[in-house]
């Protein structure tokens, strides 16, 4: 909690987490918040301007597209976000088994990581799309396959200086269980770095997401989704453009207002500000981290 | 007693598939008594703190048996209030979310159970290294190093062992202070009726509070020598570390 204090002294990262749980809890509660149906469909209303009956106009088939917009939350955002705290919960099993264990299970563990890491992330979703045909679900299922491998690697890192450290040895020689030390000394100094990683890859899932959907790969039709909003919009993209900021805007100040938090949660755990007691790890980490944190995208 | 018998250990150099390995500690052989206060004094990379870690059972020997009272030290049950450490690097050595509360009370909950009654035993605790019970919400960072060191002595003690690994523990103190720590250390082994295994490059602190000191070079117990009988050290190694001191 100190953690997450420290974040929301900065302004930006303070305005960007008001705006993510807003926008979260509008899409939580989407039949309180939306106007309308966001699938009723009026032909007469087709390509009306904004109103006040219809906030931000109607679309192609004359549906609210505040609606959809308030309605699309639930795939585009919330739907990421489970998908999200699902592979960094099984990426932090794994990494803090390997990262802590050390040893065979450690290579193991490592190698099949490698495996997961060595097809290309784009690739292996249309694969899995292929595989399963096309739905936010599997999206979603091919991100859990493909990114735990990675948060696994990263955890692990952070788990092993953490192993290494004296109080962790100490912890050792007292006789305090292996499940006890991981509860009591790693989580804890695990968690910030954890924060950090996940919301960095938060921001790119939501934008492969409404990819995905734009393509035509992602939700199907009669839901809303901000990327297949933009893909509707695109046929009238010379003639009615105002249609595409909707949908666009939206991703945009999500993403950004993501990122702006996640480079918050990288400056709360830099050594430089962090106290005196954290300035060791902070050099392997600059040593050992960087670099990988640059994958993500 | 510990019993340290023909202790052998090596890490393997270079990456995963390197077969090339590296002999940090070769059989190296010694008891330890009950109360007595053992030095083990070499240079860096000499073997001694991985001969720590052996000694503290967080890491397996690849040959040769390290026992106390006849029982594994790699078995955590077999070293459960038995054996404690205090490290070098204070500022590592405690979770700088812990309180010092928080930090002393952990080898007791362990060794006792989480619903021993520590009211008081934490206070006396803090007092029996120089502290006041002040202390005892403060958390790491606010210490300085040789108070630091200090809670990290009185959590060493705190689940009364019979024996305290103190690897390199006064080495990253200043002067006076390292002299200070040394006296309570003294104290501490008076009151507890503990006894020690001091891990030092330091021949003079050794001698200071040691009964025997023991030599270690590259991994091999050049000798081992009563503190009293210092002067008349055979192997060309330990006259040389001491000519060192005496100039």
Known sequence: ?297 | MLHVHRVQKSYRKGGMLSREKKQVLHGISFDWMPGECLGVIGESGSGKSTLARLLLGIEKPDGGTVRFDGRNVADRKARLGKISAVFQDYTSSMNPFYTVEKIVLEPLTTRYGRHFNHHGKIDSLLFQVGLDPAYRVKYPHELSGGEAQRVCIARAVAAEPQCIVLDEAISSLDGSVQVQVLDLLKDLRKLYGMGYIFITHDIEAAAYLCDRVMFIREGRLEEMIGVNRLKEVQSPYAQHMLKMVIR
Request: contains cysteine; proline residues 4%; hydrophobic residues 55%.
């Open chain 1, 1 to 297: 909690m100190m953690f997450l204090k420290n974040v929301l002294k900065d302004r930006v990262a303070a305005a960007s987490f008001a705006i993510l749980v807003a926008v979260m809890t509008v899409g939580i509660f989407a039949p309180v918040f939306a106007p309308h149906d966001p699938e009723e469909v009026h032909m007469e209303l087709r390509y009306a301007s904004a109103s006040w009956e219809y906030w931000l106009g109607n679309d192609h088939l004359g549906r609210c597209i505040l609606s959809r917009l308030i309605y699309g939350i639930q795939p585009s955002v919330l739907g990421v976000l489970a998908a999200l705290l699902l592979s960094v919960l099984l990426g932090a099993v794994i990494g803090f088994v390997a990262g802590y264990f050390r040893g065979k299970t450690d290579v193991i563990l490592m190698r099949i990581c490698d495996v997961m890491l060595s097809f290309p992330s784009y690739v292996m979703t249309l694969a899995v799309v292929g595989i399963f045909g096309v739905g936010l679900e599997h999206i979603l299922m091919a991100f859990l396959l493909l990114k735990w491998a990675w948060f696994a690697r990263i955890i692990r890192t952070s788990v092993m200086q953490f192993s290494e450290s004296d109080y962790v040895k100490f912890a050792k020689v007292a006789g305090v269980g292996n499940a006890a030390i991981m509860r009591k000394h790693l989580i804890p100094a695990a968690l910030p770095d954890i924060a950090v990683i996940a919301s960095s890859s938060f921001g790119s899932m939501v934008l492969q997401i409404s990819g995905f959907s734009f393509l035509g790969l992602g939700i199907q039709a009669p839901k809303a989704e901000w990327g297949m909003m933009l893909n509707e919009a695109r046929e009238v993209m010379f003639s009615k453009p105002e249609f595409m900021l909707a949908p666009g805007l939206a991703i945009i100040i999500v993403v950004l207002a993501i990122n702006f938090l996640s480079d918050a949660f990288q400056a709360a755990v830099d050594p430089k500000l962090a106290a005196s007691s954290r300035k060791e790890r902070s050099m392997a980490e600059a040593a050992a981290g960087r670099l990988e944190r640059k994958e993500v995208a």
